[in-house]
């Protein structure tokens, strides 16, 4: 059973930046994505990485603001976000790419004020 554990998020104002950690438990390298929840939307994808860091997909609305990054030898895939907008605030999950929907974990909030 894979885990994985988000953190980084929290309270910041909009222009600011943010660090978002995932910690996975799994023993092979998956393309990893990570996708955010507004309150009374659905899931929506973020960023992609694929196993290697050989390539990254972002959606339109964060492309040029979000980095998305893996250390394979960490077991950890993070997104840097810069720039924060308020229509950034969501629950911040990460998971496989395309997502296995028994993986999805906590995800860690991220709040952005105006």
């Known amino acids: 059973q894979v885990q994985l554990v988000e953190s980084g998020g929290g309270l910041v104002q909009a222009g600011g930046s943010l660090r978002l950690s995932c910690a996975s438990s799994a023993r092979t390298f998956n393309d990893m994505g990570w996708f955010r929840q507004a309150p009374g939307k659905e899931r929506e994808f973020v960023a992609a990485?694929?196993?290697?860091?050989?390539?990254?997909y972002y959606a339109d609305s964060v492309k040029g603001r979000f980095t998305v990054s893996r250390d394979n030898a960490k077991k950890m895939v993070s997104l840097q976000m810069n720039s924060l907008k308020p229509e950034d605030t969501a629950v911040y999950y990460c998971?496989?790419?395309?997502?296995?929907?028994?993986?999805w974990g906590q995800g860690t909030q991220v709040t952005v004020s105006s």
């Open positions: 998971n496989v790419n395309p997502p296995i929907s028994y993986y």
């Open positions: 990485i694929s196993w290697n860091g050989g390539n990254t």
